[in-house]
């Protein structure tokens, strides 16, 4: 049986609209979009799963106000319809917004997306929105342009975003039954006044479903997001998936309810738990024959800067930029010998990617590989550029992916503390790496660049196979050797999978 990669196949030929179809997931999955469409997704961190690895995105919080309420929400935060509550980012002025994008996408050259997604509603402050935007097309052209809006005012600017050049949209959409939206949000503001319960939802549902179809007119990808709140929506979810579908959404990004009574909000302070990650996998799964779904979202912060499993806004403050001399025209040309370098290695990895494809069928096939194999998970250390590139003590998060007969898949990431925080800290980190081990449950492997003994041997205890022996190797040829070694060496039966409780 030939193992292959399942939801992220190789890149291709780049300039190819099959290699564009590959890097955003199964192409049966978006045969249905023109190539057109496709192209534009190559280099979006969060359109492209693939492109993740590579690019980086930045957003600027230019928008303070909001037009609703949402009960996962506490205004003193970031909008929680693309970010996790309880995060404060700061505030800019739209000159600020493009003197700060500027400087990030100076410095940071794999920057290729500037989006604005809180800390309220884009389209709630359109003046401060489309200033910044205004700006950010006259300084960098070079780079895309995405918003995120819970979609209430979003057909009355619609017209307004094309004639600004946005090519990615993201609504959140948590349903589209007006009784289960009463359950979610409490008012809207709409044509100058205040409007409740299931009201106030059906004409939520209304003007975002409107607004979808209106950008998918104009050839805009668009990104539906939606919070997967157990005992509201979370039934519902698929029938939500199916309709934005039906209307030509690209892809649907359901991000689990985080709710603590720390944050505020009415579902942390009532007790309203978020879905576990098996439900939340579940959920995704059940999904993904309807649509492209996300897995790699990670709920960022309206500041958020640098590739989406780091965050350097802390880097990027205002008072760190003040100073700041910038050369933009030799900042656009760095950008571009970047983004040709990333191309050329997505590319190489591509064709090394079949060549491995291509020898594994023909000369040693895995005949041993058969379904009764049970699937595994493995959690992987990058630093990105989708390869394993990190020590496993300075991983702040993990991608999982699991192996089965049927090939590889990224199921999603898991956050981690460091464990190591350098030399001097040596060995005061022993609750950091007990609690690292605790978030890989249910992995059989950890594949890394590098581990030390101690951290080597509590995994072994723990009954999780360490690995460093695939440095700076792709990451899904890896997983699928690494996968071929454990039933070769007998060390995968389906018993002791079972064992493991993951099956
Ligand atoms: Fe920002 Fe959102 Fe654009 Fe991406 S984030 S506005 S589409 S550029 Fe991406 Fe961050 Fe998830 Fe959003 S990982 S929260 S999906
Ligand atoms: Fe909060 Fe965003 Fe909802 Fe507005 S749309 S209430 S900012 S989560």
Known sequence: MELKVINQPSAGCPTSSCATRSAIGSSDQSS????RVLEKVNNHPCFSEQAHHYYARMHVAVAPACNI????????????????????????????AVSKALAVAAEIPQT??????????????????????????????????????????????????????IGHVTITINCIDPAIGARIYPWIFWDHRRIRG?????????????GLEMLVERDVLVKVNSVMIPGINDQHLKAVSGVVKTKGAFVHNIMPLIAKPEHGTYYGLTGQRGPTEAELNALQEACSGNINVMRHCRQCRSDAVGLLGEDRSAEFTMDKLENKEIDHEAAMKRRAKMHKAIEG???????????????????????????????????????????INQHFGQ????????????????????????????????????????????????????????????????LESAG????????????????????????????????????????
């Open 198 to 210: 299931e009201k106030a939802a059906k004409i939520l549902i209304e003007q975002q479903l409107k």
């Open 32 to 35: 249905h979009l023109p190539d």
């Open 464 to 503: 999780i196979i360490p690995n460093g022996e695939h440095a700076d190797e792709c990451i899904e040829e890896a997983v699928i050797e690494v996968y071929r070694e454990l039933i070769e060496s007998g060390a995968l039966s389906p018993h002791d999978a079972l064992y493991k409780g993951i099956i």
């Open 69 to 96: 309420q949402c009960h996962y929400c506490n205004r003193k935060f970031d909008c929680a319809n693309e970010s996790r509550p309880g995060v404060v980012s700061e505030l800019l002025e739209p000159d600020q």
């Open 345 to 387: 290695q997505r590319k190489m990895r591509g064709q090394a990617r079949a060549t491995f494809d291509s020898q594994k069928t023909d000369s040693t096939p895995l005949r041993y590989v058969d379904s009764k194999h049970a699937s595994v998970r493995m959690a992987v250390a990058t630093r990105g550029a989708g390869v």
């Open 112 to 165: 290729s997306v500037v989006g604005i997604a809180g800390p309220g509603d884009p389209l709630a402050n359109p003046q401060r929105t489309f200033k910044t935007f205004r700006g950010l097309t006259k300084c960098a052209p070079d780079i895309k342009l995405c918003v995120s809006t819970n979609g209430l005012q979003l057909p009355q600017y619609v017209d307004e975003l094309i004639k600004h050049n």
């Open 395 to 458: 991983a702040s998060e993990f991608l999982i992916y699991e192996a089965s007969p049927e090939g590889v898949r990224f199921l999603g990431y898991r956050k981690a503390g460091r464990y190591c925080s350098g030399v001097d800290n040596c060995g005061d980190s022993a609750n950091g790496l007990s609690d690292t081990i605790r978030i890989l449950h249910g992995c059989t492997v950890v594949l890394c660049s590098k581990i030390g003994i101690e951290p080597w041997n509590e």
